[in-house]
Antibody, heavy 121, light 111 residues
Framework: QLQLQESGSGLVKPSETLSLTCTVSGGSISSSSHYWGWIRQPPGKGLEWIGY???????QYNASLKTRVTISVDTSKNQFSLKLASVTAADTAVYYC?????????????WGQGSLVTVFS | QSVLTQPPSVSGAPGQRITISCTGSSSNIGANYDVHWYQQFPGTAPKLLIY???NRPSGVPDRFSGSKSGTSASLAITGLQAEDEADYHCQSYDSSLSGVVFGGGTRLTVL
């Protein structure tokens, strides 16, 4: 059974860089059939797509976050990572790592449990 | 402000049928992009409920169904049960934004 697990700092100061890693188990991140993505949810609010990556390193980002976001992949560790620069209080959210198929459906079928990141001075 | 519009809340009695709407525009749902629905219980990650408008992943009861018409989509739940009380989110793709878009989520209360 595929599992995704987020890890990283839960507290980040304003203007600094948020860093999270997603470890994939029960399957290979080097799948040609899947994208690996990040989605966040501010407290009490809806979901916001951040971006996704293919195992070869190709990425797509939310245009509203593009100047601050970097998603990378480490196939040797079966992990992918998120960096969000110059954070503000508006970036406080639960961050989920997710998976979707390349073809057939653009839905996110596997999710990590989520990691709460608080921007706090 | 979410690109897709959902009612903040809906409610229904056990056994009833409810629907949750997801209203978009000509650059997302109206452009024939698929709509997907997620169910989320408090403190947990969303779970895929319906994909590609009206397809259920394995294990999802057939009480849940989806539909689409024009620039809107709907999630229907029949035979409402107390365990259905959760938040529901719709998702699609927007060609103007060149990205994935979500609705603001709907809280379902079973009376």
């Amino acid at each position: 059974q595929l599992q995704l697990q987020e890890s990283g700092s839960g507290l980040v100061k304003p203007s600094e860089t948020l860093s999270l890693t997603c470890t994939v188990s029960g399957g290979s991140i080097s799948s040609s059939s899947h994208y690996w993505g990040w989605i966040r949810q501010p407290p009490g609010k809806g979901l916001e797509w951040i971006g996704y990556i293919f195992y070869t390193g190709g990425t797509q980002y939310n245009a509203s976050l593009k100047t601050r976001v970097t998603i990378s992949v480490d196939t040797s560790k079966n992990q992918f990572s998120l960096k969000l620069a110059s954070v503000t209080a508006a970036d406080t959210a639960v961050y989920y790592c997710t998976r979707r198929r390349v073809t057939g459906s653009a839905s996110w079928d596997y999710w990590g449990q989520g990691s709460l990141v608080t921007v706090f001075s | 402000q979410s690109v897709l519009t959902q009612p903040p809340s809906v409610s229904g009695a056990p056994g009833q049928r409810i629907t949750i709407s997801c209203t978009g525009s000509s650059s997302n749902i109206g452009a024939n992009y698929d709509v997907h629905w997620y169910q989320q219980f408090p403190g947990t990650a969303p779970k895929l409920l319906i994909y590609n408008i009206n397809n259920r992943p394995s294990g999802v009861p057939d009480r849940f169904s989806g539909s689409k018409s024009g620039t809107s989509a709907s999630l229907a739940i029949t035979g409402l049960q107390a365990e259905d009380e959760a938040d529901y989110h719709c998702q699609s793709y927007d060609s103007s934004l060149s990205g994935v878009v979500f609705g603001g989520g709907t809280r379902l209360t079973v009376l």
